[in-house]
């Protein structure tokens, strides 16, 4: 049987910030209440950065700890790939930062902006250089401070987002060519750019000059993301060769309890197999996956040669899914 490279997942990692922000705390200064912010997201708290760390800064303390799940040094990384969409600056990029913060040496280091499908549009850029034989280990890190793009006065936004940072180390590994291979299996990822008005941010360095703050219809990006991310999931699945009942664990972006619900209701998936981190995170956009797969690697659910559906949509819009086997 011929050999194929694959991408392997061999370690991950989390970082929340120290501060908690509950839904109490935002009632104190927008009309809201925290009945309505559970019922309606299933968001009980939020994690914020502080005021004097950076976005690199979360994504350096992630990449440290998924470097140590997976027994490697940082001397060992020679790509980075980050998506953010709250970079410390408008450049250089979080992933250089996080290059010089760990001590890598020099090699590859860019950020990908897909807002909070970011991450799993991060890992098909890895794959494709792992894959190649190009990179032997990578960090693919999703880091965001979604608090600094709050209009604190929108109370149709603010609730719903927080701050952290996930990361996973990509190594190459031989496998068969088939859907028992350890690593990523299938991708789908999609952008449609005249959905742009649902969900953006007003500002920008080639606009505005500024860096702006987050808009949104809320329900309408919450119909397009139920389908699109269903669709997302069956196409991974295809592309992966496997059936969507053969998945032991989903990690869905947390944007919304009910988004999770309604697309493990239209796809006839158990729930208690969705792995959900929303109810203490709420949505920290391109990181929510990598920090929920953290959470459920260090408890214990997720195990070495399962396999996982990762799936997100967000801003663009963008959407996509992938497959992987641990
Ligand atoms: N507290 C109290 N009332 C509120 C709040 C709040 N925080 N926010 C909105 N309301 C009010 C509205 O003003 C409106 O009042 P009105 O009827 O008097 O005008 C009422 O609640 C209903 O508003 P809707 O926007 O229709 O409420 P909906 O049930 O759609 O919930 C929500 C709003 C939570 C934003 C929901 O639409 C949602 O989660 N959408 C998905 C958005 C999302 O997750 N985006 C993240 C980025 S994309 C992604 O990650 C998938």
């Not at 592309?239 to 869905?252: E, H, L, M, R, T």
Request: proline share 2%.
């Amino acid at each position: 049987m011929s050999k194929v490279l694959r991408s392997v997942l061999t370690g991950v990692g989390g970082y929340l910030p120290e501060t908690v922000v509950t839904n109490d705390d935002l009632a104190k200064f927008v009309d809201t209440s925290d009945e309505w912010i559970r019922e309606r997201t299933g968001i009980h708290k939020r994690h914020k950065i502080a005021d004097d760390q950076g976005v690199s800064d979360l994504a350096t303390e992630a990449a440290k700890r998924a470097l140590a799940a997976a027994g490697r040094t940082a001397a060992e990384v020679d790509l980075i790939v980050v998506a953010t969409t709250t970079a410390d600056l408008t450049f250089p990029s979080v992933a250089s930062m996080v290059q010089r913060k760990i001590g890598a040496p020099i090699g590859i280091a860019f950020d990908v902006q897909a807002v909070c499908s970011g991450f799993v549009f991060a890992l098909s850029v890895a794959d494709g250089f792992t894959a190649r034989g190009l990179s032997k280990c990578a960090l693919v890190i999703g880091a965001e401070a979604m608090t600094r793009l709050m209009d604190w006065e929108d109370r149709g936004t603010c609730i719903l987002f927080g701050d952290g940072a996930g990361a996973v180390v990509v190594e190459p590994g031989e496998g068969k060519g088939d859907n028992t291979d350890k690593g990523l299996l299938g991708f789908s990822l999609k952008c449609d750019g005249t959905k742009q008005d649902l969900l953006y941010v007003d500002g920008g360095p080639s606009t505005t000059g500024t860096v702006g703050k987050l808009r949104m219809q809320g329900n309408q990006v919450f119909k397009h993301a139920v389908v699109n991310i269903s669709q997302a999931v069956l196409d991974a699945a295809e592309a992966a060769n496997i059936d969507v009942a053969d998945v032991d664990w989903f990690i869905p972006h947390q944007a919304n309890q009910r988004i999770l619900a309604g697309v493990a209701h239209r796809l006839g998936i158990d729930e208690n197999k969705v792995i959900q981190t929303v109810a203490e995170h709420a949505n920290t956009s391109a990181a929510s996956i990598p920090l929920a797969m953290d959470q459920a690697v260090r408890d214990g659910r997720i195990k070495p040669g399962q396999l996982l559906l990762m799936e997100a949509m967000g801003g663009g819009l963008t959407w996509g899914a992938c497959v992987v086997r641990l």
